[in-house]
Nanobody, 128 residues
Framework: QVQLVESGGGLVQAGGSLRLSCAASGHTFTNYAMGWFRQAPGPEREFAAAISASGGNSGYSDSVKGRFTISRDDAKNTVYLQMNNLKAEDTAVYYC?????????????????????WGQGTQVTVSS
């Protein structure tokens, strides 16, 4: 069983920065592609960023591109989301997700349905 625990959320003013962390356990971290999704009040969970199992391929939604950076530290079994120049519309619960990969370790995945495991989420609130 894979466990994902997010941390680093909080309240920040518009224009500020936060770094989210997602610590993974219970599996070989390098066998998993990772993603960050977010959900504002409402039914839809929105893709934010993804990184391949190899770490060499990352991607972003248009709404966060140029402001957010996803990275992974395989030695620490942790994936990060550095968020800069935050806006009020970035306010959401942020979820970390993991997808098991056997082949194609260079592929990133941007659909929530692609992922096998999810964390509990961390709240990010940006005040304007």
């Amino acid at each position: 069983q894979v466990q994902l625990v997010e941390s680093g959320g909080g309240l920040v003013q518009a224009g500020g920065s936060l770094r989210l962390s997602c610590a993974a356990s219970g599996h070989t971290f390098t066998n998993y592609a990772m993603g960050w999704f977010r959900q504002a009040p409402g039914p839809e969970r929105e893709f934010a960023a993804a990184i391949s199992a190899s770490g060499g391929n990352s991607g972003y939604s248009d709404s966060v591109k140029g402001r957010f950076t996803i990275s992974r530290d395989d030695a620490k079994n942790t994936v990060y989301l550095q968020m800069n120049n935050l806006k009020a519309e970035d306010t959401a619960v942020y979820y970390c997700a993991a997808k098991s990969v056997t082949f194609y370790r260079g592929t990133r995945y941007m659909g929530s349905h692609d992922y096998d495991y999810w964390g509990q989420g961390t709240q990010v609130t940006v005040s304007s």
